[in-house]
């Protein structure tokens, strides 16, 4: 230790003590997590996983504005009881292009990271609309508006360029169109390009058609497109059942 | 005072006077809390030797503790302590358990696991776990289905066939029902005789004169009803079409309605929509084999097995 240095300097040199105090508290989270964006195994190298496309991405938007992630969780911990009741444990892969993601912690309702493919549209549909016609013992709000509501995809093309700031890969140029050709295959590269967005929206919602009915696209079209793709974009049959133990 | 007076005497003061007079004493920390910080680090250090801790380059230091696990190949490994290598050895001690009776399940045909007393109770336990979580959102918690979406397992009446086989093929594929709009082919009026023949074949009130006209008509090339639901209006279990004459009805709320005007109504509704719903996902890929094997047992054992 300097023999000069002197707590009074820091008492009385408000600005030194704010520097000082933001670097001694940012050590704990930097210990923590700046070692991540470093370490290879951090976000595991798995197939299958892409950025939602613009209805699953507007379905997402929605599950936020209802506040579904206050009782649901998206991430299945690597506990035998989960693994039994939702399925193989989540990957960090999994949600690299959720922004923010939804892992959550609290679960009033179940958690919801693969609920993609386990009901059918219908039951999503009938379920959101009045749960307890479909669990007697729900204590879900009911969300009758989804169906009635219009979606609006006219702001589509401006949400899909925020993510693309923060790193998820919609194209807007065509070198990046190339690039996601390459990484996802063509059908997904062109639901990603951000041009495309509305008639992606239109054609995936008509050919869906995941609120049974085809006068409109609706809120409840791109909330179910959203749900019934969580958690299958990667096949776990792919892969060994300690393929992605070594990872951590 | 005097206390105030003593602590003068004893400690010192960190050196410096504020506004003049005010000043600051330099106690030194009480010797628990002291002790405790000595602890909290030793602690640190103990348990980064035997956890996974620092990061070092493009990877970490794993710690001393190992998991020993058998992966789906029959290997033994070894990892550093994770909770990914945990789940695997607590999966083995559960299969260690299980085995035997899983084991079993795959060995034996149905009919055999259907006569075996001990293996009925396994189904049982371990089906009724698969079912709650898998089916009874969809088929309610007892397999009485729910009028309007999804079948009653409960009953003998079977859309895709009530034997294990076809239990066992639908549980694995899934299924999604069809029927056409009649709407746009047929008036009104054909459609409220043919839902009069249908209500007659259950022995629902109906009127004589509109459900003839039904009958001819629903084996007509017009209507065509027959190609699906067959000449005896029973139903083809290889496509999943309904059988009309039992009473038993899944899409037409007929008994929900309290008049005879009211059920033909309901069945005229479904003949006019049509059904594009009735979708079962397949779980081929989410469960197992053996999984699947017992919930074929359990849903053929819920009442109405064939």
Redesign the interface.
Known sequence: MNLNFK??WVETNIGLMVVLTMLAISIGGLVEIA?LF????TIEKVDGVRPYTPLEQRGRDIYQREGCYLCHSQMI????DE???Y?H?SLAAESQYDHPFQWGSKRTGPDLARVG???????HV??LTAPR???PESVMPNYPWLSKTPLDISDITDRMKALREVGVPYSLTDAEYKANVAKFGETVAKQLHIPNAQQSIVEQANFGNYD?DRSGISEMDALVAYLQVLGTMV?F?KY???T????? | MSEQKLQSQTVQTTGHAWDGDLQEYNNPLPVWWVYTFYITVLFAIVYWVIYPSWPFGKTWIGGVSNVTYVNSDGQTKTHAWNTRALLMADLNKADAAQKPYFDKVAAMSYAQIAKDPEMSGFILSAGKALFADNCAPCHQAGGQGKLGFFPNLTDDDWLYGGTFDKIHQTITGGRHGYMPTFSEVLSGDQIDQLANYVASLSGIGHDAAKAAAGNTLFHSETAACYYCHGVDAKGRKEIGSANLTDDIWLWANVPGAATAEGKVAAIHNVIASGLNKGVMPAWGGRLSPEQIKVLTVYVHELGGGQ
Request: aromatic share 16%; net charge neutral; hydrophobic share 25%.
């Open positions: 707590h009074e070692p470093f370490i290879d195994n911990r690597p506990f035998r693994k039994l009741r399925g444990y493919g386990k009901y059918s549209n219908e039951w009938q379920h016609s479909m669990v049974g096949d049959n060994k059942d300690d992605f133990v070594n990872d951590r």
